[in-house]
């Protein structure tokens, strides 16, 4: 979902008293997005045939489980076709 940047938030409170900004109170998921990581490096690796590589990454715990009640997340790349 998302939210409106603390600029037009503090706009909207001048307007609408009941929305209160506190200026010291950080979004923690808004900080987490914005994080910056290296670039990975190039891979010289070629496969010639099905199943050669296949890349996985799993991710989680997240706080907030799914529909179906999962707590995690994973991905997973077979490197010869790219298929996701």
């Known amino acids: 979902m998302g939210h409106l940047s603390h600029k037009r938030l503090t706009v909207l409170s001048a307007q609408y008293p009941f929305i209160t900004v506190d200026k010291l109170d950080l979004c923690d998921t808004c900080n987490r997005a914005k994080q910056k990581k290296l670039p990975f490096s190039l891979s ?41």
């Not at 996985?56 to 707590?71: A, E, L, N, R, V």
Request: charged share 10%; aromatic share 20%; glycine share 4%.
């Open 44 to 84: 010289n690796t070629t496969t010639a045939a099905i199943f050669d590589i296949v890349h996985f990454d799993i991710w989680g715990p997240c706080s907030i489980t799914s529909m179906q009640g999962f707590k995690y997340f994973l991905t997973v790349v077979h490197d010869y076709s790219r298929y996701t």
